[in-house]
């Protein structure tokens, strides 16, 4: 990765190299188990402290998920996060060629980041990943290849979005009916009405 740019996600994300591990993980262990990535994204309330990750169920189609991620990403103004990277999985053209792609977006106010993962995987649908052709660019307003322009505008709205027309229990509350699910990673503790649960409603997560 550009030095330069290292510098500049790390002033939002000082562990990217962290997350990203973690999400090249899941990755492997989801196609090792034949399911589908899950698309997600965690919001950080400063540089080194995770909030929330909030993940979705594998849509049928890139639409599909464009849709349900503009969803979650109305959590970015209502707990006035700092940063989020949102992650899932798509098929880029690398030389004329076709290849799986794990895609993980940096996202502040000021900034946002694109890294490409691609991959291929084998028979025992065993993850390999093409490190030679890893990118990692800066995003600005004009078109990139493999980043469709209405994914652009969706992460520029969601995080550009004040104040934010819901609140973090209504936004969580109508998650959880779509079948997203959170994990709170601070000792935090935010109400919501849980449509996954009939016995227990209203619950206090932490």
């Known amino acids: 990765m550009n030095t330069s740019i290292q510098t500049d996600i790390a002033k939002v994300c000082i562990n990217?190299?962290?997350?990203?591990?973690?999400?090249?993980?899941?990755?492997?262990?989801?196609?090792?188990?034949?399911?589908?990535?899950q698309p997600?994204?965690?919001?950080?309330s400063d540089s080194s402290t995770r909030f929330i990750?909030?993940?979705?169920?594998?849509?049928?189609?890139?639409?599909d998920s464009l849709i349900r991620l503009s969803e979650i990403l109305?959590?970015?103004s209502a707990i006035d996060a700092q940063s989020a990277i949102v992650s899932l999985t798509a098929k880029v053209n690398i030389n004329d060629n076709s290849?799986?792609?794990?895609?993980?977006?940096?996202?502040?106010?000021?900034?946002?980041?694109?890294?490409?993962?691609p991959y291929t995987f084998d028979s025992d649908q065993n993850v390999r990943w093409l490190n030679d052709h890893f990118e990692t660019n800066e995003i600005y307003t004009e078109d990139h290849q493999n980043i469709s322009k209405d994914m652009m505008n969706i992460f520029f709205l969601f995080t550009h979005?004040?104040?934010?027309?819901?609140?973090?229990?209504?936004?969580?509350s109508y998650l959880s009916a779509t079948g997203a699910t959170a994990t709170f990673h601070t000792n935090e503790e935010i109400s919501f009405y849980d449509f996954s649960t009939e016995t227990n409603p209203f619950i206090l997560k932490e």
């Open 53 to 63: 990750t909030l993940t979705i169920s594998p849509q049928t189609n890139f639409e």
């Open 99 to 117: 290849y799986e792609s794990l895609m993980i977006f940096i996202l502040s106010e000021e900034h946002a980041w694109h890294m490409m993962l």
């Open 16 to 37: 990217l190299s962290t997350e990203v591990k973690i999400l090249q993980s899941l990755c492997e262990t989801m196609f090792s188990s034949q399911k589908k990535y």
């Open 74 to 76: 109305h959590l970015y």
């Open 161 to 172: 979005t004040t104040p934010s027309p819901y609140s973090t229990s209504e936004v969580l």
């Open 40 to 44: 997600m994204a965690t919001f950080y």
